[in-house]
């Protein structure tokens, strides 16, 4: 059941990607390029995404366990802090750069090339590095 | 007339949002790419991590078929291999810090008018306009 589950929304989500155009770095640069010649695609698609979940937040609000019988995420403390922000800032930075954020990034890998090898390769060692440096540092997660 | 690349957007959208709907009602889970990317060398072989495995087998097949049927597909990115590695570094970095991306912050945590959510999702379109308008216009090396 949680096997079909997530290989069937993996999928989804990837098909989603590639149909609504997120997995071309062009049409996401396009988004953040406010100065330019800025392409609307991203906030259709986030509007797309946005509708069928709030209607899941909803139905989830009303029962307390997935279908697989796990317990469904309780809403987390509203805590903004500078580590939400500034990860969010770094990640800014870089996904204005190549126009490449994880999932997309995780989608093109069979089509996009050594580029996209490289950018992915140079992601999971930015993650490994902040789990590093997380641990050594102690900072509560 | 309604340009067709926002169609697609939309009904790619939907399909996005229903593949997060699925996670969520069908396993408990949020659907994020970042996370679910960095839970891959964490608890190797417990259930979870299969869930995720499975996840990411998804997320790279169905678009791999796909592209094939299609007779290919392009991410038309930059051949720059600095600004390859420098993205990579801060994407990664970046949402691990934040805890969340495009995927868990802004269609997860946004559909949930999550204050978290909502901030982090702000912040990271906010940034990426103005490196974006710096880097394009002013220095012009993306």
Not at chain 1, 26 to 50: E, H, N, R, S, Y
Not at chain 2, 89 to 117: A, D, E, F, I, Q
Request: aromatic letters at 8%.
């Amino acid at each position: 059941m949680r096997a079909a589950i997530s290989l069937l929304s993996g999928a989804l989500f990837g098909l989603g990607l590639l149909v609504s155009g997120m997995t071309d770095t062009a049409k996401v640069q396009g988004f953040l390029d406010l100065f330019g010649a800025w392409d609307p695609t991203l906030a259709f698609v986030m509007g797309g995404a946005i509708l069928p979940m709030a209607v899941a937040w909803v139905v989830a609000g009303r029962r307390r366990l997935s279908l697989t019988g796990e317990p469904l995420p309780a809403r987390p403390a509203a805590i903004i802090n500078a580590r939400l922000l500034g990860g969010a800032a770094l990640f800014g930075a870089g996904w204005a750069l190549v126009g490449l954020c994880p999932g997309p990034a995780i989608a093109s890998l069979s089509f996009g090339g050594w580029p996209g090898l490289v950018f992915f390769a140079s992601m999971v060692l930015g993650m490994i590095g902040f789990q590093w440096r997380d641990a050594r540092k102690g900072v509560a997660a | 007339m309604i340009p067709m690349d926002w169609i697609y957007g939309l009904l790619g959208g939907l399909m996005i949002g229903i593949a997060a709907a699925i996670y969520l009602l069908g396993d408990g889970r949020i659907m994020g790419a970042s996370g679910v990317i960095a839970g891959l060398w964490q608890s190797v072989g417990s259930t979870v991590w299969q869930g995720r495995a499975l996840f990411v087998v998804g997320l790279v097949g169905a678009p791999a078929i796909a592209a094939w049927a299609m007779g290919g597909a392009e991410t038309n990115a930059t051949t720059n291999p600095v600004l390859l590695v420098l993205a990579g570094l801060l994407v990664g970095y970046g949402t691990r810090l934040g805890n969340g991306c495009t995927s868990g912050h802004g269609v997860c945590g946004m559909s949930r008018l999550s204050p978290r959510g909502i901030a982090a999702t702000v912040t990271f379109v906010a940034v990426g306009v103005v490196v974006m308008a710096v880097g394009r216009h002013v220095l012009g090396v993306i």
